[in-house]
């Protein structure tokens, strides 16, 4: 069983930043394809970024690239998602997402078995 806490959502201006960080407990993290997805009102959840569990590919939306980076460190079990250049269109609640072990990474949410609580961030204009 993974559990996944999200933390450092805010609100921020537009054009500003925030970093954001999930924790995860319980073994084999580092054998996990990791990503972000966002979820705005009335709107369906949304990709918004992944890494291979070896850290050896990453993708990104259309959406956020050259914006957002994700990263990891497997010695201290948490993802991150720093997000820059922030836009009102951002806004949204950020969810950390896994996958069980040594699974082809995914942008779609059905491939993801474990999720965090949600973190928001709102983007003013």
């Known amino acids: 069983q993974v559990q996944l806490v999200e933390s450092g959502g805010g609100l921020v201006q537009a054009g500003g930043s925030l970093r954001l960080s999930c924790a995860a407990s319980?073994?084999?993290?580092?054998?996990?394809?990791m990503a972000w997805f966002r979820q705005a009102p009335e709107n369906e959840r949304e990709f918004v970024a992944y890494?291979?569990?070896?850290?050896?590919?990453?993708y990104y939306a259309d959406s956020v690239k050259g914006r957002f980076t994700i990263s990891r460190d497997n010695a201290k079990n948490t993802v991150f998602l720093q997000m820059n250049s922030l836009k009102p269109e951002d806004t949204a609640v950020y969810y950390c997402?896994?996958?069980?072990?040594?699974?082809?990474?995914?942008?779609?949410?059905?491939?993801?078995?474990?999720w965090g609580q949600g973190t928001q961030v709102t983007v003013s204009s």
């Open positions: 890494m291979s569990w070896n850290g050896g590919v990453t």
């Open positions: 997402a896994a996958q069980r072990a040594l699974q082809t990474s995914a942008t779609s949410p059905a491939r993801y078995d474990y």
């Open positions: 319980g073994r084999t993290f580092s054998s996990r394809t």
